[in-house]
């Protein structure tokens, strides 16, 4: 088959093997951690997971250095366990769950946070504040064989080497099959989706030249840095 240019295929690597993990789409939630739902100002916990997405070329790997996001004088840091999809499903059972998962890795997911809240000010949707370039990095994803299904462990976030975030895997308001259960009740998730699983508090702003630097306990770690606009 011939295009008309080549097509693109978004990639991570994974740990202990030369094989790239291909990128299909990128799931996010939000508001999983009742202590950032409660710095974020929201007086109750949300009743359902709150769902959004990202392009999967928004993925950017570890270690590199990232152009300063456009449009933007509030842009925040979240780090998140990110939970890397090997096999179909639709309307899997929370008990199945665990099955459908490939490996985890450490996510950021960066916030145009003054875009966003222009946008739930007006009740329309969040793609500006949270869909942009190079707005979803992730670090190496590491197969369930090497590191289990973590549902425990600590999961920190510094900037410039001093702590901004850091929560536990165990305060997830909803865990990782139940997730990935309540996905596939409104979507087909298929090998190569990324779900992000949301962020503890102390999420705050980065400038031009910060280095950032994540990890999660028993995942791995995640590195970048901020280049001038």
């Known amino acids: 088959m011939e295009y008309v ?46 769902i959004f997405a990202k392009p999967a070329d928004a993925v950017v790997a570890d270690g590199g250095t990232i152009v300063f996001p456009c449009a933007t004088g509030d842009l925040h840091h979240e780090v998140e366990l990110v939970v890397a999809i090997g096999r179909d ?38 793609e500006v504040g949270k869909s942009f370039d190079r707005s979803a990095p992730v670090g190496t994803i590491r197969p369930v064989a090497d590191c289990g299904h973590p ?36 979507f087909e998730l298929h090998a190569g989706d990324l779900i992000f699983t949301g962020t503890p508090a102390g999420v705050a702003a980065v400038r031009p030249g910060d280095s950032l630097d994540a990890a999660i306990e028993g995942v791995g770690s995640l590195q970048l840095k901020f280049a001038a606009a």
């Not at 950032?36 to 359902?48: C, F, I, N, Q, R």
């Not at 199945?96 to 946008?119: C, M, N, P």
């Not at 510094?158 to 909803?174: E, F, H, K, P, S």
């Open 151 to 186: 549902a425990r462990g600590t999961i920190s976030l510094r900037v410039n080497g001093g702590l901004r975030q850091n929560g536990d895997l165990a305060q997830m308001i909803w865990p990782v099959p139940a997730l990935i259960a309540q996905l596939s009740q409104l």
């Open 89 to 126: 499903g639709f309307r899997i059972a929370p008990e199945a769950a665990l099955e459908h998962v490939f490996g985890y890795a450490v996510g950021i997911d960066l916030t145009r946070r003054d875009l966003q809240a222009a946008a739930k000010a007006k009740a329309n949707p969040w």
């Open 5 to 50: 240019f080549a097509p693109l295929i978004p990639s991570l690597s994974v740990a202990g093997s030369p094989l790239r993990f291909p990128l299909r789409r990128v799931w996010c939630i939000g508001r999983n951690y009742a202590d950032h739902v409660k710095e974020m100002g929201h007086a109750a916990l949300p009743e359902a997971p709150v």
